[in-house]
């Protein structure tokens, strides 16, 4: 399960509250509550009250962590402060609003009209809320290099390796990065490396920075070659053609030679500060995230009208397939904004005349196979069932390859406007493997994800195998994917789990994909945030 994502600050303002009090205005407070299952509401923070006023604008920030695969249900709470309890049950209510932290941060911009209970509008009272995430994205990037190094190996030269530390506001280093060890060189370049501005030095351009040089020992008894003090405002100096250069001192030597000078020359060929953008960065920045599914219908499901079919609907009205498009569609439809999403089946004979296809439209509609919402895929999918005959073979690629169609367009504009998830819903023979490893490798130089979601009792192996977790995945002649973009998981494993569980687990891995296309591709987002620090 992934960590949290990040944390996020909501701005609230509210316009036209409804006067509750006799003689003055109202004194409104926001409440943010987090559902937290069951019918149970827990509040997570509150802003400050504001006296006489029906158009407030809050200065206290709402913070929530974020979690992209979870929906993260939220209600805010306006309410009137007559007293100084903390208890709100005693306060007059004027209005609030029940949605998604996916809808609030996939707007620039979210105003809704404050209900007072479902269906029953406040007055004329509406709620604008906007978000912002909380961190300083910059990066520090350095390339570094030095010369003359003291000799320490009584046989060899010297291992030499980097240390940065930074002063802590209590005085004492704060160890910050360790850089690889070069084996046996007394000149060694160590890799070009970046640390986040936050962790470097707090932001702070004038902290001291302790820099150690040391002659790496099996044992870990490390000899220290020498060390100097700098910040990153000298640092900063380095540019291409001018080095920044610093005398590697070790203090016991110059203690007693009094003709020491120094035990080699460490040169900071750049240092430059880069900004680090989040998958949040580029959903904030108007990147809009295409929704598709594919739907085995290969005739190793089983006939749908047996009950011991894959694709039989219970009475309840659910199977596996249904389960896997509802609990990923309700996480991912919150960042598409226009909810059309394109439903594909394959693996089966389709009328009129019968021919197997690996890739017809849902709604039979090819020139468009966009369903209004995942009710509209569940409900094509229930439509489609009794009018085809399940077949085969298991082929992948033509839908992976008919997605990628559409990010190749897409990349083609050169901004980070529309990234990809297609969500593959299957029984795990596969018969094209090879070419679906093709599609894949190719798939993973354009801006998409693929969700493989393993139905029913078969042996994974190949889904597996594609979801290149112990490995990189090739392709038949041999070519490394660029990313990794698949994931794989069996439907088996969630079978007792809550519904949201499975949606966890498959788009937990989504936001490091994404973030990992743009950052390859080195595209910053449509609209990047301004800086704040923290």
């Known amino acids: 399960m992934a960590g949290c994502v990040s944390r996020v600050e909501l701005s609230v303002s509210c316009r036209s509250l409804l006067d509750r009090d006799l003689g003055s205005r109202s004194d409104p407070l926001c409440v943010l509550l987090q559902d937290a299952g069951g019918g149970q509401w827990a509040e997570l923070d509150r802003t400050e009250r504001i006296k006489n006023c029906q158009d407030p604008e809050f200065c206290k920030k709402l913070v929530v962590d974020y979690y992209f695969e979870k929906v993260q249900k939220l209600k805010f709470g306006v309410y009137d402060i007559d007293n100084k309890s903390l208890d709100l049950s005693d306060d007059d209510y004027l209005g609030g609003i029940e949605c998604t932290l996916g809808q609030v941060v996939s707007s620039s911009v979210f105003t809704r009209p404050l209900e007072l209970k479902q269906g029953k509008p406040a007055g004329k009272g509406t709620i604008t809320i906007s978000a912002e995430e909380i961190k300083d994205t910059r990066v520090v990037c350095l390339e570094i290099e030095a ?28 160890l910050v990065y360790r850089s690889e060890v070069i084996k046996n060189n007394l000149n060694p370049c160590w890799r070009k490396f970046s640390v986040p ?11 001291p920075i302790k820099v150690q040089c040391a002659d790496h020992d099996s044992d870990g008894s490390h000899d ?3 060390a100097f003090e700098t910040n990153l405002t000298q640092l900063q100096n380095a540019g291409d053609s001018s080095p920044v250069e610093f005398e590697c001192i070790h203090p016991e030597k110059k203690q007693k030679k009094k003709s020491y000078k120094n035990s080699g020359i460490i040169r900071i060929k750049s240092c430059k500060i880069e900004t680090e953008y989040s998958f949040l960065d580029y959903v904030m920045g108007g990147c809009q995230i295409n929704f598709t599914v594919g739907v085995d219908f290969t005739g190793s499901n089983g006939d749908p009208r047996s009950p011991d079919s894959l694709h039989y609907i219970s009475p309840d009205g659910i199977n596996e397939y249904l389960i896997a498009i509802w609990s990923v569609g309700s996480v991912v439809q919150d960042y598409d904004t226009d909810k059309l999403f394109p439903a594909f089946g394959f693996g089966a004979q389709v009328p009129p005349n019968w021919q197997v296809s690996h ?9 468009n196979p966009y369903c209004q919402g995942i009710q509209g895929i569940v409900d094509a999918y229930r439509q489609i069932l009794p009018q085809i005959r399940l077949y085969g073979p298991t082929n992948f690629s033509p839908i992976i390859n008919h997605v990628a169609r559409f ?4 990349a083609q504009q050169g901004t980070a406007s529309q990234y990809f998830i297609l969500l593959i819903i299957t029984d795990g023979e596969i018969t094209d493997l090879d070419q679906t490893r093709q599609a894949i ?6 801006p998409m994800s693929i969700i493989i979601v393993g139905v029913g009792e078969a042996d994974f ?20 994917a660029a990313r990794d973009i698949v994931q794989f998981v069996p439907f088996r494993q969630f079978k007792n789990a809550p519904r949201e569980a499975l949606s966890q687990m498959v788009l937990a891995e989504v936001p490091k994909q ?6 390859w591709q080195g595209w910053a987002p449509v609209k990047p945030p301004e800086i704040k620090k923290l």
């Open 441 to 446: 490798v190719n798939a993973s130089k354009l």
């Open 514 to 519: 994404l973030v990992s296309y743009y950052k």
């Open 407 to 410: 990010a190749a367009h897409s």
């Open 224 to 226: 220290l070659i020498g």
């Open 359 to 367: 890739e017809f439209a849902l709604n039979f509609n090819p020139s």
């Open 197 to 207: 501005l936050q962790t470097f030095c707090g932001g702070d351009f004038n902290k």
């Open 461 to 480: 192996k190949a889904m597996e195998f594609l979801d290149g977790d112990n490995g990189v995945l090739r392709s038949p002649a041999g070519e490394p």
């Open 147 to 174: 010369q003359n190094l003291d000799k320490k190996d009584f046989l060899g030269k010297s291992d030499p390796f980097l240390e940065f530390y930074k002063q802590s506001n209590a005085g004492t280093w704060q």
